[in-house]
């Protein structure tokens, strides 16, 4: 089956990229509500960060059982959090249950949502012009393949299959080539009830950036990505319209952690940091996990977005071919290092087309930090997340502005230093 994908899909790739304009196409309209009941709600259509009616987040005191809870305060128990988090629906407001004796805090679950992105096919392809690089067809458009320095180790340091990521996303679409044996086994929070899974992406945006840190490489087929030797575990939070909401993030990142995840990627965020997003954020560095995300694409200094602003995360802003700033790119002093956003060519999932677009943003450049996290991680079993976070920010190539800058941070990833340094 894959022989024949890659003589007809390569064939099929080369005359279709050659030959078709540059055309845009939309993921998905933000006005179309999600049906049916084995999927997390789609109350609202509208970006950004809303409290949810009548749904509360609590953190209980050890020992206190949440059935119990939910009964006295007449509250349906909807889904365990981790870490004693629970998130309970019904009339008791959060004012209520902030008082209760039982309770360490309370706050309001909130929507969450990823932006209505385009994914668009390249109008051409540029020439091969070395032969020291990996196979696959499509790696000449992939710029930030060289320009992270990714050309100079991919053959001594692919990643180490014992160095799991976990994309915490829309999910990783499963049946895609470039995904065969790079997952473990992963979950869905898009269902009403969670379960084992992940390895479904309506949306796409999961897919494309896993493509980045772990599509198979030197395959003859698609593209390459940079850390294949590594594993993708796929955690799903967002549905078929991009909507997903802060409990099931936290509970997704705690479920990450508890799983085996040396690294997590959150190409994700929100104007607002909860206490249950907080807890899962420490929680993840408590154990030793590398926590990258992006830092958000409004294009100004205007909101730190979380996690990519928390204290906890390596946040990631966007750069250009060329090592200039983004211009969608959020940025701010909260800004610790950037990685190729524009214009990235990588997977997307097999139902919307030939399984491979053009997208861009914050979304885009986080993943290359995250493969570079997990290959200083293979290259280097014994050091702790604070080591490895340290040496992407001490090898990274100063762009833009003299010295760390709230562009590029400490500067745009240096993969090839960091993992030979």
Not at 115 to 124: T, Y
Not at 147 to 172: C, F, L, M, N, Y
Request: proline fraction near 6%.
């Amino acid at each position: 089956m894959l022989n024949h994908f890659r003589s007809h899909s390569v064939l099929a790739l080369t005359l279709l990229l050659a030959a078709c304009q540059s055309q845009t196409v939309p993921i998905q309209g933000q006005n179309t509500r999600l049906q049916g009941q084995n999927s997390v709600r789609q109350a609202s259509a509208q970006p950004g960060n809303q409290a949810i009616a009548g749904e509360t987040i609590v953190r209980l005191k050890a020992g206190v059982s949440p059935q119990q809870y939910a009964r006295e305060n007449r509250l349906e128990l909807v889904m365990p959090i981790g870490l004693n988090m629970y998130l309970f629906r019904g009339a008791s407001g959060v004012d209520v249950l902030r008082r209760d004796e039982r309770s360490l805090w309370a706050e309001a679950n909130t929507r969450l949502t990823l932006p209505v992105q385009e994914a668009r096919l390249p109008g051409s392809m540029p020439p091969r012009t070395r032969t020291d690089l990996p196979d696959d067809p499509l790696l000449p458009a992939q710029y930030g393949f060289t320009v992270t320095g990714t050309d100079k180790i991919w053959r001594t340091q692919p990643g180490r299959p014992e160095v799991i990521v976990a994309v915490v996303d829309s999910g990783i679409d499963g049946s895609h080539p470039e995904f065969q044996g790079q997952l473990v086994p992963g979950f869905d929070f898009t269902l009403k009830e969670p379960a084992p899974g992940g390895n479904v992406d309506g949306y796409g945006h999961g897919t494309h950036v896993a493509g980045v840190i772990g599509a198979r490489s030197n395959n003859g087929i698609g593209v390459a990505g940079v850390a294949p030797g590594c594993k993708l575990m796929p955690v799903r939070i967002f549905n078929d319209f991009g909507h997903s909401e802060g409990a099931r993030s936290a509970a997704a990142v705690i479920w990450a952690v508890d799983h085996g995840a040396k690294v997590i990627n959150a190409s994700w965020g929100s104007p607002m940091e909860g206490e249950a997003s907080k807890a899962a954020y420490q929680y993840a560095i408590a154990k030793d996990v590398v926590f990258v995300a992006a830092v958000g694409n409004s294009g100004k200094e205007d909101t730190q977005y979380y996690p990519g602003a928390s204290e906890e995360a390596i946040g990631v802003a966007a750069t250009t071919d060329i090592d200039g700033w983004a211009s969608f790119s959020t940025f701010g002093d909260w800004v610790d290092i950037a990685a190729p956003g524009k214009a990235i060519l990588s997977t997307y999932p097999m139902s919307k087309g030939n399984g491979y677009r053009i997208m861009e943003g914050t979304s885009m450049a986080a993943p290359f930090v995250t493969a570079a996290a997990a290959l200083v991680r293979s290259q280097h079993p014994d050091w702790t997340q604070a080591q490895v976070r340290a040496q992407l920010e001490r090898t990274a190539k100063d762009v833009i502005m003299t010295g760390k800058d709230k562009y590029a941070g400490h500067g745009r990833v240096d993969i090839a230093r960091a993992v030979l340094e």
